[in-house]
């Protein structure tokens, strides 16, 4: 979703005179009421209450401002902050939680040109020019200098997350990801991968764009709960997990035995003990997926059962 910035700039001033701090609008917030402590930034679309952690994408807070979104218009009725207190009176936990804080686009983003370094990097990876577009991969030069950056996008094109990947090797963090957003609440890719029947799900991003279009990440080792749900929600007819080979007694079967208890078709990608998708390449991944992936049933899951008894 797109804003007109100007126009829901105008609609936020109705809830009071905003404290501006950068990009940031500060007001009094209508949920603990704590004074100026409400943020919210319309470049980046989201809000946060540094008191009461209420936080998500300002759309929520803008719907019950009567901005209406199909056309970028604002209701230009007034609204106090006593009003839209009133209007999230009632307002069910699960519904002010849809749309949790995203994190936007980092202000250090910018567009990989060809011959850079970032370009050259990422081509020695196996990833393409289609790639880089398709997946709006950029690179920093301040704080996230030498940096790759590979966001993740909702169907609407807002940026939910990002990694941000040291390509030279000399940095103390190899990766960085946005303070104060948490990577449990996303799946990366999902937005691509939502268009196949079947989904490949691996850690890092770049094996992900490696893995195929029906990939997605989950930039680390771990995947929550809150992620599985999305997965399935999406209906995906199989499941494919393919994390690094270093995990596929560990992290990689556990996550294939709770895809498996909700009934779902799920395969192992038995993925050899140093490698990832990224290192194997799109040929010899594919083959490894297509000859030699394991179908996770009753045996594997009593087999997962014995070993957490050891």
């Known amino acids: 979703m797109e804003f007109n910035l100007q126009q829901v700039e105008e609609a936020l001033k109705q809830l009071g005179t905003p404290a501006s701090s950068g990009q940031e609008y500060t007001f009094d917030c209508p949920f603990c009421g704590k004074e100026n402590h409400l943020y919210i930034n319309p470049m980046k679309?989201?809000?946060?209450?540094f008191k009461c952690n209420n936080g998500g994408g300002i759309k929520f807070l803008l719907k019950k401002m009567g901005v209406q979104f199909d056309e970028a218009q604002v209701n230009v009725s007034t609204v106090t902050v006593d009003d839209l207190k009133s209007r999230l009176k009632g307002i069910d936990k699960d519904e002010k939680k849809i749309d949790p804080v995203k994190a936007g686009l980092p202000d250090d983003y910018w567009e990989?040109?060809?011959?850079?370094?970032?370009?050259?990097y990422l081509l020695s990876r196996g990833l393409t020019w289609e790639?880089?577009?398709?997946?709006?991969i950029g690179h920093g030069f301040t704080d996230l200098n030498q940096r790759v950056i590979f966001p993740a996008f909702d169907d609407d094109g807002e940026?939910?997350?990002y990694s941000a990947r040291d390509y030279t090797n000399n940095q103390t963090l190899r990766y960085k990801t946005p303070k104060g957003i948490s990577k449990s609440e996303f799946v990366p890719y999902l937005n691509i991968a939502r268009n196949y029947e079947t989904v490949i799900i691996c850690e890092g991003a770049i094996s992900a764009i490696?893995?195929?279009?029906?990939?997605?990440?989950?930039?680390?080792?771990?995947?929550s709960l809150k992620q599985i749900e999305q997965l399935l929600a999406t209906g995906f007819?199989?499941?494919?997990?393919?994390?690094?080979?270093?995990?596929?007694?560990?992290e990689a079967l556990k996550l294939a035995f709770t895809l498996w208890r909700r009934k779902v078709t799920t395969?192992?990608?038995p993925i050899p003990q140093k490698d990832d998708p990224a290192s194997l390449g799109r040929e010899e991944f594919q083959r490894i997926k297509n000859e030699k992936s394991v179908l996770f049933n009753d045996e594997a899951a009593l087999k997962l059962r014995f070993q957490s008894l050891l």
Do not use: M, W
């Open 112 to 120: 990989i040109l060809p011959d850079t370094e970032p370009s050259h």
């Open 237 to 250: 007819k199989e499941y494919y997990v393919a994390f690094d080979g270093d995990t596929q007694e560990g």
């Open 131 to 136: 790639d880089i577009k398709l997946y709006r």
């Open 159 to 161: 940026c939910l997350i």
């Open 267 to 269: 395969y192992l990608i």
């Open 45 to 49: 679309g989201k809000y946060n209450c």
């Open 210 to 223: 490696i893995a195929g279009r029906n990939a997605v990440a989950t930039y680390g080792k771990g995947f």
